[in-house]
């Protein structure tokens, strides 16, 4: 179970759940084996028999309502963010639910706890892939707009824009990249054109190379040298025989 910090592994293989979760993200969406987590501690308010195994999104809305409904009773809270983006499969939100679980069950803190930050779109992701491999935009809205997002709320306008909202992110770090990109070249061309003139330079024995004020041929920007002296030492000639 990757993404779970050592102890809230362990507490979870404790339970004897009716599956050794490997996909959290996916196994967990539903609510029923949260139910079941909690029917652990609270048999009488936690009946297993009244949530249903699925994945459809009707299945989901009606576990977690019964889950709102029995939390309420004891007085337990669990944060509908992190329910939302485990209901809709987003990324670490189930992961940290569980986090949020074993801390209303237990009375303990994880000892290794993930970021609190509620941030379940796939960014960390993507950044962590070359430029080049990263996300469309077409694919961006895929990936961060859920199906289940659209049934449980089918609003064209509000959803056209979500759908804005993260093109517009995407040009961002589109845009991002690009600068970064091209500031790395350039600070390659400088730095080559740097050696070279010292290299051409290199049989004199006291110069000094005047401030060159050269148009990058990649961005048109104008890219300034400062002078570079450098002082050769003083030869010495071959004494006659």
Request: one cysteine or more; charged letters at 25%; aromatic letters at 6%.
């Amino acid at each position: 179970m990757t993404g779970l910090p050592r102890d809230v592994t362990r507490w979870l293989q404790s339970l004897e759940l009716t599956i050794q979760p490997m996909n959290i993200r996916r196994e967990f969406c539903s609510g029923y084996h949260v139910a079941e987590i909690f029917c652990r501690y609270y048999p009488r308010d936690f009946e297993i028999c009244c949530v249903t195994k699925g994945t459809s999104f009707s299945i989901k809305q009606d576990n977690w309502n019964k889950i709102r409904r029995a939390l309420q009773k004891l007085r337990l809270h669990l944060s509908e963010k992190l329910i939302y983006g485990t209901i809709h499969c987003k990324p670490g939100a189930a992961e940290l639910l569980l986090q949020q679980v074993y801390s209303v069950l237990t009375k303990h803190r994880p000892q290794t706890a993930q970021s609190s930050q509620l941030d379940f779109s796939d960014q960390k992701y993507q950044q962590l892939l070359p430029p080049v491999a990263r996300s469309t935009a077409t694919t961006a809205v895929k990936s961060n707009l859920r199906k289940t997002e659209i049934l449980a709320l089918p609003d064209t306008l509000i959803n056209g824009r979500r759908a804005e909202a993260i093109i517009s992110k995407h040009r961002q770090d589109k845009i991002a990249d690009r600068a970064m990109t091209d500031c790395g070249r350039s600070n390659l061309v400088k730095s080559k054109l740097i050696q070279t003139t010292v290299e051409n330079l290199n049989g004199d024995e006291n110069y000094s190379v005047s401030e060159l004020c050269l148009q990058s041929p990649l961005s048109g920007a104008v890219v300034s040298y400062k002078t570079i002296k450098v002082n050769q030492p003083a030869r010495r000639l071959p004494q006659s025989c």
